[in-house]
Nanobody, 122 residues
């Protein structure tokens, strides 16, 4: 199973970026999908997830600024990031959950993509 995350880059504080996670439609369409991030020197942390049904859940640190969506027909998940802050700087990873519904724990996710780097300058 391959996941390909893309869309990272350098942006000024207050700006926006849209990350894309491409997967095999057969692999992802019946499972929850999530975004995690890892800043330099820090542990990986949960950003948000979208269930198979479309329900979303976000970490408090990004709530109201980030939006997750998915296109099951394409096997694609998106992370729209607005009002970016320097503390959002991290490598962002997408993952496919074990089941149609998932929470914020890494153990609930089976497949992981490589990270895409987001750098927010002040």
């Amino acid at each position: 199973v391959q996941l390909q995350a893309s869309g990272g880059g350098l942006v000024q504080a207050g700006g926006s970026l849209r990350l894309t996670c491409a997967t095999s439609r057969r692999t992802s369409s019946n499972n929850a999908m999530g975004w995690f991030r890892q800043a330099p020197g820090k542990e990986r942390e949960f950003v948000g997830r979208i269930n198979w049904s479309g329900g979303t859940y976000y970490a408090d640190s990004v709530k109201g600024r980030f939006t997750i969506s998915r296109d099951n027909a394409k096997g694609t998940m998106y992370l729209q990031m607005n009002t970016l802050k320097p503390e959002d700087t991290a490598a962002y990873y997408c993952a496919i959950g074990l089941r149609p519904y998932a929470g914020k724990e890494s153990l609930e996710y089976r497949y992981w993509g490589q990270g895409t780097l987001v750098t927010v300058s002040s």
